[in-house]
């Protein structure tokens, strides 16, 4: 089975400074995707960034970037030039090749101070 | 807005019940998946349908259950409310089976049982 986990519970980061948010996994699979979703307040799921195992060349979507290590099944976000509204809940989430369900970890809360 | 709707936002009955939860994907999609968000258990995947078929299943309880109707959009049937059974229900859906098609979510239906 496969398990997600993000072992800090809360971060915190002041506007404009860069925080990065950890991730490990444990799987026995080869093929398998990593995720990381936003949760604002409103409660909506929204997918940030993802990664393929596959792919050695760490993903980036605009001020969002991960640091894959996949020897050491490590998965972290780093958030730059952080804003007011990245101020939410982030989960990590893992999918194998084989099947698509998303198994997630406990998720991070992140404050951003003015 | 991510082009999936589920109704109703917010349920609110008793123990012992019995609920149903709609979702209607994005046009075109034709995966269909149920999470379970609670306190307890935080983020799970309950079941997966492709084009009206199960495809896979998590942890779902005897008393739910789920189907995939013809014109694509899904339910979620939830029996013999018990007071753990209060979380927020998010449906995903994808455009085909493949783990890199992204799923998008629903904004969730939040059900409370008193």
């Known amino acids: 089975a496969q398990t997600v986990t993000q072992s800090q519970p809360e971060m915190s980061v002041q506007e404009a400074e860069t925080v990065t948010l950890s991730c490990t996994y444990d799987t026995s699979e080869s093929d398998y995707y990593l995720f990381w979703y936003k949760q604002p307040p409103s409660r909506q799921m929204i997918l940030v960034i993802r990664?393929?195992?596959?792919?050695?060349q760490n993903a980036t979507e605009n001020r969002f970037s991960v640091n894959f290590q996949k020897a050491a099944k490590s998965f972290s976000l780093k958030i730059s030039d952080s804003q007011l509204g990245d101020a939410a809940m982030y989960f990590c989430?893992?999918?194998?090749?084989?099947?698509?369900?998303?198994?997630f970890g406990k998720g991070i809360t992140l404050s951003v101070r003015p | 807005d991510s082009g999936v709707t589920q109704t109703p936002k917010h349920l609110i009955t008793a123990t012992g019940q019995r609920v149903t939860l709609r979702c209607s994907p994005r046009?075109?999609?034709?995966?269909v998946y149920w999470y379970q968000q609670s306190l307890d258990q935080g983020l799970q995947f309950l079941i997966q349908?492709?084009?009206?078929?199960?495809?896979a299943k998590g942890n779902i309880l005897e008393r739910f259950s789920a189907q995939q109707f013809p014109d694509l959009h899904s339910e979620l049937n939830l029996s013999s409310l018990e007071l753990g059974d209060s979380a927020l229900y998010f449906c995903a859906s994808s455009t085909g089976l493949a783990t890199y098609n992204e799923q998008f979510f629903g904004p969730g239906t939040r059900l409370t049982v008193l």
């Open positions: 046009s075109g999609d034709l995966s």
């Open positions: 990664q393929e195992a596959y792919k050695q």
């Open positions: 349908y492709y084009n009206g078929e199960e495809r």
């Open positions: 989430a893992f999918a194998t090749g084989a099947n698509s369900k998303l198994t």
